[in-house]
T-cell receptor, first 115, second 110 residues
Framework: DAGVIQSPRHEVTEMGQEVTLRCKPISGHNSLFWYRQTMMRGLELLIYFNNNVPIDDSGMPEDRFSAKMPNASFSTLKIQPSEPRDSAVYFC?????????????FGEGSWLTVV | SQQGEEDPQALSIQEGENATMNCSYKTSINNLQWYRQNSGRGLVHLILIRSNEREKHSGRLRVTLDTSKKSSSLLITASRAADTASYFCAPVQGAQKLVFGQGTRLTINP
């Protein structure tokens, strides 16, 4: 299996631009998580989906952030408009069964810099 | 869900020594998981210990769990340079979302 695949790996964008991060979870996994990591705030859970349905988006920082999961094999995290404080590494992770306590598998992250 | 608190925040030891990291949490759990993050990479699962287990081994890793003290420890024996990474614990309560703390930054000096 190819693991969790994220794109782009690196993105530099100007303040005010729209940013779209993409994630392909491991095939067959039914839970998907978006995390953000910064030096100051550590690893924050933004939102997670189960069977393509958003279960908890309490970690989404503000209305500029939105996430979708149109099908079991694809999810996006969008920031519009982007701001310099959004600069971070964004990780997507997936898991087979949300109720079993199974381990989650992380992608390699999308490194976002907003200038 | 709850977040684990790792201690110490940073640990620097010589290659070959043992490294011990601790994790504390606040409420009852179903299991507790440890993850490693190498610089610039995603987190990788290391080991899971269930609430009815007290100790678990995996290669050079030894994890203990004390539910009465709501704490866990991760021991890496005979450390190697490749063990340099950040280590995170994740206490799992309702087996839904995993929340991570700041982690322990481990540096193995040659």
């Amino acid at each position: 299996d190819a693991g969790v695949i994220q794109s782009p790996r690196h993105e530099v964008t100007e303040m005010g631009q729209e940013v779209t991060l993409r994630c392909k979870p491991i095939s067959g996994h039914n839970s998907l998580f978006w995390y953000r990591q910064t030096m100051m705030r550590g690893l924050e859970l933004l939102i997670y989906f189960n069977n393509n349905v958003p279960i908890d988006d309490s970690g989404m920082p503000e209305d500029r952030f939105s996430a979708k999961m149109p099908n079991a094999s694809f999810s996006t995290l969008k920031i519009q408009p982007s701001e310099p404080r959004d600069s971070a590494v964004y990780f997507c992770a997936s898991r087979l069964d949300i109720t079993s306590g199974n381990t989650i598998y992380f992608g390699e992250g999308s490194w976002l810099t907003v200038v | 869900s709850q977040q684990g608190e790792e201690d110490p925040q940073a640990l620097s030891i010589q290659e070959g020594e043992n490294a011990t990291m601790n994790c504390s949490y606040k409420t009852s759990i179903n299991n507790l998981q440890w993850y490693r993050q190498n610089s610039g990479r995603g987190l990788v699962h290391l080991i899971l210990i269930r609430s009815n287990e007290r100790e678990k081994h995996s290669g050079r890793l030894r994890v203990t769990l004390d539910t009465s003290k709501k704490s866990s420890s991760l021991l890496i024996t005979a450390s190697r340079a490749a063990d340099t990474a950040s280590y995170f614990c994740a206490p799992v309560q309702g087996a839904q979302k995993l929340v991570f703390g700041q982690g322990t930054r481990l540096t193995i000096n040659p």
